[in-house]
């Protein structure tokens, strides 16, 4: 949590489309990294609760 300060965010490149992107985490070289439009294709449609 930032708790109101600005959150750190790293430099990537998406493993999908090869563009540049910012991450709120340190990018792990072994593992791919998405950015936001691949990585709203990639999850799981979300359920209803209700």
Do not use: I, L, N
Not at 4 to 15: F, L, T, Y
Not at 22 to 45: G, T
Request: glycine fraction near 2%; include cysteine; charge should be positive.
């Amino acid at each position: 949590m930032s708790y109101g300060r600005p959150r750190e965010m790293h430099d990537a490149v998406c493993a999908d489309c090869k563009q540049k992107c910012q991450v709120p985490f340190k990018p792990d070289p072994s593992k791919p990294v998405y950015c936001r439009e691949c990585w709203a294709k990639r999850r799981p449609p979300r359920r209803d609760r209700y």
